[in-house]
């Protein structure tokens, strides 16, 4: 590869050994193949003799400790010796060594004297970390008119810290006019590339509504995503919305969660809101257990999200306090279906309370509950598949008169499902529900009187049942009626 391909190739950032290389470099070859013994023998020759590719490329591996030991001095020396040649990544690093004091003692003038041979060479890193002395006045003399022109020149290739740091310039005015649209600007571009700082800092432009239409909701988007990160200040901010309901839902967990997390960071404000949080959700618990406020489905479903959630303790007390409350209230299905979906899944889990809320169901509940449960465990829906588990629940709320649950149960026994098959077993099940005006039963009713209609009055009583179930809407009646000649046996 000839020299102008090779900066070409590193001024677009290409900066890692896989293309810092000839083409007929062995030791590339035996780098790429994880041999990195027989790569370093080659390169360090060849670094010895002046090659500042190669210098390059042994300092990476003393920086790395692939082969030889990690060892800070020699990873400088090497970066320094290919610096000097005029190698542009060569230099951002040993900036970077003088900045951190890696391999050398700290000496700021010297990082920004490498930084700025990088920068101008169209260094990204370089330009932002430049950007960053001006600014901080560390090894030159600090200038924010400067800095802001190293920012930008980084912004503009894509670096999302020189974005961020472009964004507070114009938030701050400092080198530049004061700007919060050209601030969100950057922010944004810096943000979606996963900047903390920039999440955080669009959240609060769209929080105060600067350079841009106040949205609570797009600064708790912005917070969340920082928060994430572990950014203690978008932890706290986010804890604090939720116990508001600003931007986001009310939830107490929720702003427990974050706050514990700003708490744990030691973040000031973070363990005081955490505490008054928790006597908030207290309050809540014991009011709950002493029945002194008012059972309502909203106090319910605040159990039952602080149930679902991993929160050891805290989540096994929600759980029974749950359980207590849905007892207490007697909850019916329309009320309190998801605590029983909560509860059947959670049984096959291993909670106790959730066996509790399972059983006393089972022995209390009212048969629209116990059918609906039954179809989570015919269904697998929520509860564990296990159509035997079904056949129990639905059968005690058929045996409760329920008429869609005696269906079921007669559907089970004409088809031999988890039952010995038993048409007449059928036929009695089918009746029942088909008395209280169950079409589908009434339908299938007919059909099992057909199948037995060398009995006495079979037809006659399919005759009677096709009708009504085509009176109720079953339009594929009509044609059984006609098929058997049912108009006969009326």
Known sequence: MNKFFLVLLLSLGFTSLTYAHTFNDKAYDYYQHDDYKFAFQLWEKRAKAGEWEAQKNIASMYSKGEFVSQNDEQAFYWYKKAAAQGNEIAQAKT???????????????????????????????????????????????????????????SAEQGNANAQQS????????????????QAIYWYKKAAEQ??????????????????????????????????EQGYAKAQFSLGLRYTIGKGVSSDYFEAEYWLSKAADQEFKGAQKALDETQETMDRIYRDGELGTVNRSKQIIDFFLKASSMDMGEDSARAQSILADLYIKDKGTVE????????????????????????N???????????????????????????????????????????SGAQFFIGNKYMQGDQVLKDPNQAISWYLKAANQD????????????????EQKNSLKNAAYW?????????????????KHELWNHK
């Open 194 to 227: 996963g900047n903390i700082s920039a999440q955080f800092n669009l959240g609060v432009k769209y929080a105060n509504g600067e350079g841009t239409n106040q949205n609570h909701e797009q600064a708790a988007y912005w917070y969340k995503k920082a928060a």
């Open 466 to 482: 096709i009708n009504q179930a085509h009176e109720n809407g079953i339009k594929k009646a009509s044609k059984v009626w006609d």
């Open 95 to 153: 900036g970077f060594s003088y900045s951190s004091g890696k391999g050398v003692p700290q000496d700021n003038e010297q990082a920004v004297y490498w930084y700025k041979k990088a920068a101008l060479q169209g260094n990204a890193s370089s330009q932002n970390n430049l950007g960053n002395k001006y600014y901080s006045g560390k090894g030159v003399l600090q200038d924010y008119d400067k800095a802001f022109y190293w920012f930008q020149k």
């Open 335 to 358: 009320k309190y279906s998801d605590v029983i979906r909560w509860a059947t899944k959670h049984a096959d889990l291993g909670s106790v309370s959730a066996q509790k809320i399972v």
């Open 360 to 402: 006393w169901t089972y022995e209390n509940g009212k048969s629209p509950t116990l059918f609906l449960i039954g179809s989570f465990y015919e269904n697998g829906s929520w509860a564990e598949y296990d159509k035997k588990e079904a056949l129990k629940w639905v059968k005690r709320a058929a045996e409760q008169g329920l």
């Open 438 to 453: 169950h079409a589908e039963a009434q339908y299938e009713l007919g059909l099992a009187y057909i199948n037995q209609k």
């Open 166 to 181: 472009l964004g507070y310039s114009y938030s701050s005015g400092q080198g530049v006019s004061e700007n919060d649209e």
